[in-house]
């Protein structure tokens, strides 16, 4: 058990894939996952294990926003050997070509700031997706004929933008989309030396206002749970 992670040693699998919404863990488990067992409700945030074509997988919630990722991602790789890490989650479109429904591999993740931007003062990392995990999930993409976009995002702290000037320069700067999470998650991985990927629902557009109902948005962000764990297992 850790502060925010109340499973026991062994009950998280080295493949985690983590959605910001608890209760998408619960419905991505209970329906892609065999054998799916509560491992973790500390603060209501849920996380679940069981396995995927033979393979242990854990599906925990990380919440909104850099800070809460952070926890749960060191308390996964510290304290429960969690070696591929995998966000999957929705984000805004910031180009006309990437539709609503559309799914985007964060190949890097670009940001004002994350929880680790102390540790770098001056420096501007460059956040990054582990290769084999994108490559292996542009195929799965692929294969699954869903409409899937390789390339940078913007990890934003705020939801409720007041900066139109910075989205502005993102979208010029070919950013493909903007959430909440990707770039601390990927800058955990490499600080530990593990493998992480950001696969994306596209839920609303930032250009045309539209916005997925929330009717429709189980069955494409079940395309992106399938595209995860067959990155994670190919
Ligand atoms: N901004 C930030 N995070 C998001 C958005 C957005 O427009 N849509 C989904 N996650």
Redesign the pocket.
């Known amino acids: 058990m850790t502060v925010h992670i109340g499973a026991q040693p062994g009950q998280i699998a080295e493949t985690v894939l983590l959605p910001g919404d608890p209760y998408r863990a619960r419905w991505a488990a209970e329906t892609f996952l065999s054998g799916a067992q509560l491992v973790n409700d500390v603060r209501g945030m849920l996380g679940f294990t069981g396995t995927w074509k033979g393979n242990r997988v854990t599906i925990q919630g990380s919440g909104m926003g850099m800070p809460s990722l952070s926890i749960y991602v060191n308390e996964l790789i510290r304290d429960y050997s969690a070696e591929t890490l995998i966000r999957i989650?929705?984000?805004?479109a910031m180009q006309d070509r990437v539709k609503l429904r559309d799914v985007i591999l964060a190949m890097t993740a670009s940001t004002l700031s994350t929880p680790s931007r102390g540790i770098f003062r001056e420096l501007n990392f460059a956040p990054c997706a582990n290769w084999t995990l994108l490559r292996a999930a542009a195929a799965a993409a692929e294969a699954k004929g869903v409409a899937a976009h390789v390339g940078g995002i913007y990890s934003?702290d705020?939801?409720y933008?007041e900066r139109p000037d910075l989205n502005e320069q993102m979208i010029r700067h070919g950013i493909l989309g903007?959430?909440?999470e990707a770039a601390e998650l990927y800058t955990l991985a490499a600080r530990f030396g593990k493998r992480a990927l950001a696969v994306l629902t596209v839920?609303?557009h930032?250009i045309t206002g539209e916005a997925l109902p929330s009717a429709d948005r189980e069955r494409s962000f079940g395309d992106m749970v399938e595209i995860a764990l067959e990155a994670a297992f190919t």
Do not use: R, T
């Open positions: 989650g929705s984000c805004g934003s705020v939801f933008d903007v959430e909440m839920s609303d930032l």
